[in-house]
């Protein structure tokens, strides 16, 4: 995949994604003439003889459209083209969760692990009517998820039993995780391959529950003397999965369990960075920016067209260039340093709470890059890519969209294994999958089909800086100098050769015009 696109001068205007001919902007004209809706019975509807009345062809269009489903809508189905580049990193393994996958043969096997943990709830408190709970909640939950009408009928008339088996499992296994089996019980699924997929798949954002659901169900149940909150149970299970969470974002009061959509929104919440910059902030406090038009990176355009070229004002809102972002291995031959901040923790202690660096906190001053460290395990693509699906779909995410911004930055970065090499050794990635070219391939393709903002995109600053340094003079001198005399240790060892040979046959030559006279 192409990483080097020309960033080219904005002027402020928005770029369209298909440029449209004036052919095609006169017959649209002509067609837009022609709809004009009559109330007339029998009268001519675009263009078209018709024996219906204008206003039963209205009555049909909006049959079917309910605008409160669309309102309520928090769990979506993945775009086609997220979906294109790796289909099956949005598909469950092992368990499917809502409706949305309830008919894959593949994973049933799991429905009986599913009646066990029911089990296991409903020994928790004796006399509760979890029935009636579910019942209430049937309609509200039905409405949150995406095309229901859709959705196959036997589906809908089960979905109260969906609700009730995938709920209950939910609760029960989110308390194993976090040792609140009861007293006398071991795990009902065990602690091995099984539940790291099983912890995979949750984060799906196809297979997801209504958050008010599992939250009235743990409260249904929950013991009196617990009074650790839902949402902190939740980070504690996936906290090992995640490529990098900030402990304090872990740590911190969740007082208002209301605002959750769903299991993927906590985790997503949670690895929000402390302190937004302050450009983000100016403009998602501006309203008129949220009418820009996201363009894709595939197409069009990219969030480098903010980089300024040196004949304009500065102007933080539109700043453009001529230049290309390099990669990590052209930085660092161009002087720039790589360096790792921050630390990975699988478990949370007192010792590492002190640690506030989130996965975003990306920062180049001075010729120093620095980028926090960050694993990437077989299940980082899957939990990666869910998190940019849910920001491209969801109206619930408030600023920057971290996850597709960082994705975004590091695909500029990667052009290849060397890169990842570079970065690896540096400490900066931690691979967990095997060789350097698959982390490349992966950071590669997760861009695709993913919609960017020029005007919020997180990492402008960095990028603007990045190009900035590259342009100078020296910088130029000294990347091209290794890039053409030090690519390798060979290379390199014949070039000082060639210059030690050069410069003992000057002082030859010096010696021998002095000599002689």
């Known amino acids: 995949m192409a990483h080097h696109i020309e960033i080219t001068q904005m002027d402020h205007q928005i770029p369209l994604l298909v440029q449209t001919s004036v052919n095609e902007i006169e017959e649209g004209r002509k067609l837009d003439h022609l709809i004009e809706i009559k ?15 204008a206003n039963e062809i209205l009555d049909e269009i909006f049959a079917d ?14 775009s086609a083209g997220l979906r294109e580049s790796n289909p099956d990193a949005y598909r469950p393994n092992v368990i499917s969760i809502g409706p949305y996958h309830k008919h894959n043969p593949e994973l049933r096997y799991m429905e009986k692990y599913k009646l066990r943990y029911l089990q296991r709830f409903l020994r928790r408190k004796e006399g509760i009517d979890v029935e009636s709970c579910i019942r209430e909640l049937e309609d509200e939950a039905l409405n949150c998820y995406d095309d229901i009408e859709n959705l196959d009928r036997d589906i809908v008339d089960k979905f109260s039993k969906i609700l009730l088996l995938d709920g209950c499992f939910l609760v029960e296994y989110i308390r194993e995780r976090c040792g609140m089996c009861p007293e006398g019980e071991c795990w009902i699924i065990p602690e091995n391959c099984i539940n790291n997929q099983v912890c995979r798949d949750l984060l799906l954002v196809e297979n997801q529950l209504p958050f008010f659901v599992l939250t009235k169900l743990h409260h249904l149940t929950m013991d009196e003397e617990d009074e650790i909150p839902f949402t902190k149970m ?26 959750f959509k769903h299991l993927l929104q906590v985790v997503h919440m949670s690895c929000h960075p402390l302190e937004i910059k302050s450009s983000s902030l100016t403009d998602h406090e ?32 539109h700043l453009t260039g001529h230049n290309v972002m390099p990669n990590a291995t052209e930085l660092s031959e161009a002087g720039v340093s790589f360096v790792k901040v921050g630390y990975i923790y699988d478990y949370l202690e007192e010792e590492n709470c002190g640690d506030n660096t989130s996965l975003f906190d990306i920062k180049f001053e001075n010729g120093l890059m620095k980028i926090p460290s960050f694993r990437v395990t077989d299940e980082t693509e899957a939990l990666l890519r869910n ?35 570079l970065l690896r050794q540096k400490g900066i990635i931690r691979n967990r999958i095997g060789e350097d070219k698959e982390i490349a391939t992966l950071f590669n393709k997760i861009g695709k089909g993913v919609g960017v903002s020029s005007k919020n995109f997180y990492y402008k600053e960095e990028c603007r800086k990045l190009v900035q340094h590259c ?13 053409n005399y030090f690519n390798s240790p060979w290379v390199g060892a014949s070039t000082v050769a060639a210059v030690i040979l050069l410069i003992l046959t000057a002082m030859q030559t010096v010696l021998a015009f002095t000599g002689g006279i």
């Open 39 to 53: 109330e007339t019975n029998g009268q001519d509807l675009s263009g078209l003889k018709t024996n219906k009345p």
């Open 65 to 78: 459209f309910n605008d409160s489903s669309t309102k309520c809508c928090t769990i979506f189905k993945v």
């Open 234 to 259: 939740v980070k504690w299970i996936f906290f090992p999965y995640l490529p990098k969470m900030t402990p304090a974002s872990y740590l911190e009061s969740e007082g208002n369990a209301a605002k």
């Open 286 to 317: 501006n309203p008129s920016l949220e009418m820009e038009q996201y363009c894709r990176k595939s197409l069009c355009c990219n969030p480098l067209q903010i980089i300024r070229s040196k004949d304009k004002p500065i102007d933080k809102d």
């Open 387 to 421: 998190l940019i699906a849910y920001e491209q779909r969801s109206s619930h995410v408030h600023g920057p969209t971290y996850f597709s911004d960082f994705a975004i930055f590091i695909d500029y970065l990667i052009d290849s294994d060397k890169d990842v090499s």
């Open 471 to 483: 342009e100078q003079p020296w910088n130029l001198m000294k990347a091209s100098l290794r890039h």
